[in-house]
């Protein structure tokens, strides 16, 4: 038997959330999420950019994010990260404006704009709390009471789940959940008691681990974001290294101009702080 593939891979969540086949289970999904935050479930959704065969894992052009309509209107961008890119609340932010901004045209009636709702699914974790779940809005200080109810950003962190297990007989959120963080197949059955919709997609996980093209997809795709993360985590090493020589190269100056002031030669000082003479001279006051 095939091992499952990782639903938590963007390429893989997309295909079980983000297909026209698959839409009630993502709407069984949103509304898990919106209950769970103590907000009304929704009627109907409109997938904006439905997955397709011609997705490609490494192409970095890929949107492998979720993007949905509400039928008020509203828009839903639901994104599942395994990596952690660095920099998310600016990132989400910034994501979050470009939905809120491309709804209408330059000069239109701002009146126009619709509720825009971000969902970050992370395998890591961001927030200073202990919250698998958490839901930001626009409020005031003081009081309480929003500016307006347009920005809506939920942030699930799978890495804090394991505390709240004991909630699985209770159904919703959690549930989902603990099959994206890949919960033992012996506790499926278990999950979609009250979660049913959550059968659909272990079917398709299912399927999927057993299809040739979708391995091939998702091993393409594991490349991809293990090369992004190995950059990544390359580039600050490198900026880290970098800090601390140029660290090192200051306090050596430093060392370096008191023992000139103190009249010790160059060739002692160069021994002292590693620097070279060349470097030492420079440092002395132009008469």
Known sequence: MLELLDPRVDVIFKRIFGSEHNKDVLLAFLNSTFRDAGESPLTEIVLLNPYTEADSPDDKQSIMDIKAKTDKGELLNIEMQLFNPYHMEKRTLFYWSEMYYHQIPKGSNYNTLKKCVTINILNYSCLPNNRYHSVFHLREDHTGIPLLDDIEIHVIELTKLNEFAAELEEGGLVNWLLFLKGVDKSNWEVLTMKEPMLKKAMDTLEFLSQDAAA????????????????????AKAEARAEARAEARTETSTEIAAKLLNRGVDLQTIAEATGLSVEEIKALQPIN
């Open 215 to 234: 391995r091939m997809a998702y091993d393409a795709r594991m490349k991809a974001l293990s090369d992004e993360k190995s950059r990544i985590e390359g």
